[in-house]
């Protein structure tokens, strides 16, 4: 399979707990981009990387959450002190970083905030 | 500021009808547009796009979308409805330089047999 994966699909945690989500995208895709998706809502921008670098962060992105793409694969997305109101899908994206390119995602991991 | 406006929260269509989900954008630079399909529970799949040249895109699964440049509209059509196509459905515009999409609201999609 060579399309964007993610991990875990499924998180369940506490209020208060850190957690960690995984995206791994499309081989040679430069480009990775975080969303967040709230029930009857088209999902919201918070960030994206090319390469390595962090090129653009959503106010949305609050000083709890960090995301990381060390070395320009693979990228993680970081929630200290998890709220309710964090429970939301968590979506990955990749291309290849050309404006005319096509953004494609993984299958989200889903969190839920107790 | 750039926005994606899909008017309608729920359509209804008999299968083997036409259908067509609204999009409209707001004026800003020339827009890529897009559309995506999400299942339940699942990530988002990309259908067809608008970038330039012919208004009528072509896409997966038999959809279509027409790019209307003085309505400000980017429809999404199929000519025979399935059962299997009952989903939600994005609009969605680049913001420049593919830095992100911006999306609308999403319309959900019920084939009735």
């Known amino acids: 399979d060579t399309g964007v994966s993610q991990n875990p699909r499924h998180k369940i945690t506490k209020r208060g707990q850190n957690v960690t989500f995984r995206c791994d995208p499309i081989s040679e895709h430069n480009r990775l981009y975080w969303y967040r998706q709230t029930l009857g809502q088209g999902p919201e921008f918070l960030t994206y990387?090319?390469?390595?670098?962090?090129?653009?962060k959503s106010r949305l992105l609050s000083d709890r959450f960090s995301a990381e793409r060390p070395k320009g694969s693979f990228s993680t997305l970081e929630i200290q002190r998890t709220e309710q109101g964090d429970s939301a899908m968590y979506l990955c994206?990749?291309?290849?970083?050309?404006?005319?390119?096509?953004?494609?995602f993984g299958p989200g991991t889903r969190l839920t905030v107790l | 500021a750039q926005s994606v406006a899909q008017p309608e929260d729920q359509v209804n269509v008999a299968e083997g009808n036409p259908l067509t989900v609204k999009c409209t954008y707001s004026?800003?630079?020339?827009?890529?547009l897009f559309w995506y399909v999400q299942y339940p529970n699942r990530g988002l799949q990309f259908l067809l796009k608008y970038i330039t040249g012919d208004n009528l895109v072509k896409g997966s699964y038999g959809f279509e979308a027409e790019f209307n440049k003085s309505q400000t509209s980017f429809h999404l059509k199929k000519p025979s409805a399935l059962v299997s196509d009952s989903a939600l459905y994005f609009c969605?515009?680049?913001?420049?330089?593919?830095?992100?999409?911006?999306w609308g609201l999403g319309t959900s999609l019920a084939v009735n047999p």
């Open positions: 969605a515009r680049d913001a420049g330089n593919n830095r992100k999409l911006i």
């Open positions: 990387f090319q390469n390595e670098a962090q090129l653009e």
């Open positions: 004026v800003s630079g020339n827009p890529y």
């Open positions: 994206a990749s291309s290849t970083g050309l404006r005319t390119d096509t953004q494609y």
